[in-house]
């Protein structure tokens, strides 16, 4: 699966990502280190990349404001990283990535949800 990774992304993360073989870009990478969240998400749709992020505010884009980007929020901190990453690696198992393009997925250390979008942006 091809990833946009928010700023708030650990590392970490990035490289468990990378690690199991998907394609994954950082916003500070590409120069969006500033960027604003709906620009953000914008760019995520460009690139045909799934956003991840730690910042809860990209479900009122998504929900509210209408912005059909796939994100995969994150309720993970350092002390339950290894928890989150194995749920996360499941959730990515289990689901086609025109899934996780098409849903707002959240991520924590005792397990997932997923929302289905309807529409494009």
Same mark, same amino acid.
């Given at each position: 699966? !091809?990833?946009?990774?928010d700023?708030n992304?650990? *590392?970490? =993360?990035a490289?468990?990502l +990378?690690n199991l073989g998907h394609? %994954? /870009? +950082? /916003?500070?990478?590409?120069?969006l280190?500033?960027? =604003?969240?709906?620009?953000?998400?914008?760019k995520a749709l460009?690139?045909?990349r #799934?956003?991840? =992020?730690r910042d809860?505010?990209?479900?009122?884009?998504?929900f509210?404001k209408?912005?059909?980007?796939g %994100? %995969?929020?994150? +309720?993970?901190?350092? &002390?339950?990283?290894? !928890?989150?990453?194995r749920?996360?690696? %499941?959730v990515?198992?289990?689901?086609?990535? $025109?899934?996780v393009? &098409? &849903?707002? #997925?959240?991520v924590g250390? $005792?397990?997932y +949800? /997923?929302?289905k *979008? &309807?529409? =494009?942006?």
């Amino acid at each position: 699966m !091809k990833f946009l990774l928010d700023q708030n992304v650990y *590392l970490k =993360t990035a490289l468990f990502l +990378r690690n199991l073989g998907h394609d %994954v /870009v +950082r /916003v500070a990478e590409i120069g969006l280190e500033r960027a =604003t969240d709906e620009e953000l998400l914008l760019k995520a749709l460009e690139l045909e990349r #799934i956003f991840v =992020t730690r910042d809860k505010d990209f479900g009122n884009l998504v929900f509210v404001k209408g912005f059909k980007a796939g %994100v %995969v929020l994150l +309720r993970i901190d350092p &002390s339950n990283m290894e !928890k989150v990453h194995r749920i996360l690696e %499941v959730v990515l198992d289990a689901l086609e990535e $025109s899934e996780v393009r &098409s &849903s707002f #997925i959240v991520v924590g250390p $005792s397990g997932y +949800r /997923v929302r289905k *979008l &309807s529409g =494009t942006r």
